[in-house]
Structure formats: C-alpha cells, structure tokens
C-alpha cells in the first residue's frame, strides 16, 4: 500500500513532463515556422535596399568622375603656349586624342561599363571641345556678373569626330552664336552661362555619360549626367585648332 502511494506521484510528474515537453516542442517547431515566413518576407527587401545603396553610391561616384574628366581636360587644353610673338594658342588632332584618351585614367569605370554593353569605350562617354571668342556688341554694360547683353559668343572651333549618343549630337555648333542661361541651368551645347560672359575668350569641354544601372537595369532607364567646364586659356588669348593632320576630330568654324 506504501510503496503503491509513492509511485503514483513520480508517475504523475512524469507524464506531466512529458506532456509539456511535447507541447514546447511543437510551441519551437511553430515558431521556427514562422521565423523562416519572415526572413522569406524580409529578405527580397533587404536584398533591394542592399543593392539599391550599392547603385546610389556608383551613381554618385560616376557623376564626382564625369565632372573630374570636364575639369582636367579643360585645364590641359587651357595651359597651351603660345609660339614666340603671339597670343594665339593652338592645339592639333594629336592633343586632343591625348587628353581624350586621358578619361581612361580619371573614370577607369568606363572601361568596365562598355565590356558590360559589348561597345566601345569611347562610345560610352560622350567628350567634346570647343574654343569660344566673345565679340563685343556695346559698351553700356553695368553689371559686372552678366555681360551676356554686351557681347557675343562665337564658336571657333568644335569637337565633332569623337563619340556622340544615340540620342543626339553633343558638340557645340559653328555658325549659331551661343546663347546665354541662367548660371544653374543644365548644361547644353548650345548655351553659356550669363556670368562666362565677357572680353576673354573660353575653352569649354562637355562631357555626357549615361549612367546604367548593373541592378535593375531591364525596369530603370539610364540615367543622363552631363557636366561642363568653362576655363579661359592661362597663357594666350584665344585656343585655336591647328587644322594640320586633322583627322575629322575637330572642325574650325568658318571666320577662324
């Protein structure tokens, strides 16, 4: 009789444990369950946001680069001498290939982008020159920050052999005189900013590039990122082309 009331309390204890140790187990199993249901949701989201961050900041390091490539050619072909006696610069075919081919060296990322795209490097970005003399119209301008009312922007000579996009011509025209815009305009081949404006002359050097996205790209169109620089030449008066051994990658304008 004694021994029959001890057992049944340890027997009691033990189908209780086991009982509620089958139920913690199915409690686990349910909530690994549903810990897998959100890590699925979660993911595809985590995995957007990942790679989306990644293009942003490629993005943006494209666009620090575009506008390095416009700086520096601009201050290479700005830094011509003139020969002994004159004020007039020059530079040849041979010049500019070089500082083209120097966009290599300061946006290597081209390089990979047009391997992606199964082209060529230079028909990936789009760089073009053009030297610009202002021509005075009157004397009466006041404001010293816009003298676009008082002189005229004539084109000298462009860029027309090197690379241009499928969606136009990005050189700037002969024969039109430039017009002016506003300082914060977008970049266009056929206007100056107001404030350029003045009795020196200009070398200008566009540059467009259409940035493709590696992520995404069958739903996001490429995106268009287009800078320009505008230096005046350090040691002459006016940049001019010297025509000689041209290989069609410039075109001197008709009056120069």
Known sequence: MTAGLIRTPVSSA????AVLGSRLRRFAAA?????????GLVLPILLAIMFGGTQVVTYINATRKVDLVARSISQMISQVTPPGGSTVATVNATDM???????????????ADSKRQGISWWQDISINYASIQFTQLATNCTNSADMSACYRANVVWTSTGTAQPKSGDNYRPCVTAQTPSDNSASPSRATLPRSVYGPASL???DVVFNFTPTFGSQFI????????????????????????????????????
């Open 97 to 111: 290939h070089f500082s083209f081919d120097a966009a290599l060296v300061l946006f290597p990322f081209v390089m």
């Open 31 to 39: 909530n690994g369950a549903m810990a897998a249901v959100e890590f």
């Open 221 to 256: 169109p490429p995106v268009r990122i287009a800078r320009s620089a505008y230096v005046q030449p350090r040691y002459a008066s006016l940049v001019n082309f010297d025509t000689t051994s041209n290989d069609g990658i410039a075109t001197k304008c008709p009056g120069y």
């Open 14 to 17: 033990r189908s209780l444990r």
């Open 203 to 205: 070398v200008v050097i």
